[in-house]
């Protein structure tokens, strides 16, 4: 073909509104003294001057590893671009990656799984119900708990599975298993007993109107409120994995406490593959430097404390994971649970009573951020004591409080 002609046609090619990719590098710095093990990478496609990314590939040291790209605040835009990969201890590595504004996500094998179902009332095996659905909003009065199988969405890695109640508590509840393993699809939270001698988890924690684990409410000068003054609520599934699930809860025209401005909460939780920690982050439609708001964790029955008085905070115990009336057919079980905020969110560390171990947070943004996370004394893979627990929370803050440094080529 004569090179003028060539060129010409790959010009117009290179014209056409969605033939385009970009190549980038970046490079991942770990300062830390330990390594990072499956580490969290996640970019915002805006700065890196992309326009109405399709499909990306991530190669690092020469090797095509998992992806994903979300479309956060559901506009059909992606915004977000993660993938998961180690880097030693002092030390840094390249990462090339490619966007493109054709085709699809590249898929592989999910690590990851999330469900949000109505229950069927036709169908009495509560493991086997078919309604799925993927957001759903409801107006001021209206409790939808009873009306959502497993009360709210749920989601899980090999690890660890959580749920967040769909009512005025907004509870996060958790699964725990013995084995490594994706199961919510098979056991929808309730694990038959053909499930459980096969090995599958359960339920293992009982969180009545407590703060269970991590859950963000506000507070009146002395205790937790719940978030019973809504406009509406919603709880939608953001992502799907195959690296991370996002669960999006949003509360309008939420006011507090009597008297106060109302205001919109905007929490996404997040969980990644090989990790035990659900990512809390809300964000608010103004700054909430006026309003206080109380979190922490349950105080499980004689639970042993740990507490390192700069924001992170954990518990060890032994307690049924159900009600009373509801104990047939399950065990007491033993948890342990961790959480861990920003010193800069924190207003006071609350002593603990017979409900919580919690903490009264606020924020000079419109933003607050904290982690949570979770163990079950059932896992063949995990921690059995208090003393072990306590001292993987520590080593779990010094990670947090030693993120890795992205930086471009």
Known sequence: MNKKILTGVITLLLSIPGFSQ????ITVTNNSKTPKLNEPIVLNLKDYNTDNVRSATVKCEGKEIPCQLDDINQDGIMDELCFITDIEKKSSKK???TLSNEGLPKEYPSEVYVEM?????????????????SHLTVDRDVNPYWSLHHHG???????????????HRQTVDIYGKYNKGLELKQTQFYPDKDQKKAGFG???LWVGSTLGLGTLRGWDG???????????????IISRGPLRTIVEVKDVAWRPQPGQEPIDMTTLYILYARRRECYVKATFNKNVDKYKFSTGIINVKNSKEFS???????????????????????KRETVGLGIYIPQEYIISEEGANKDNYAFVISSKTNEINYKITFCSDNEKFGFHNAEKWFDYLKEWK????????ISKQ
């Open 22 to 25: 970009k190549d980038i590098t």
């Open 95 to 97: 990462i090339n990656i």
């Open 117 to 133: 179902l109505l229950s069927n009332k036709k169908i009495k095996e509560s493991n086997k119900q078919n309604l799925y659905i």
């Open 153 to 167: 969405a749920a989601f899980e890695n090999d690890m660890v599975a959580y749920r967040i109640y769909f009512d």
């Open 202 to 204: 359960d339920d293992v």
């Open 222 to 236: 002395s205790k937790p409120t719940m978030l019973t003054d809504v406009d509406k609520r919603s709880q939608r």
């Open 308 to 330: 390192d008085k700069q924001g992170l905070r954990g518990c060890w115990g032994t307690d049924w994971p159900v009600s009373e009336k509801d104990s047939a057919g399950h």
């Open 398 to 405: 010094k990670e947090q409080e030693n993120p890795i440094i």
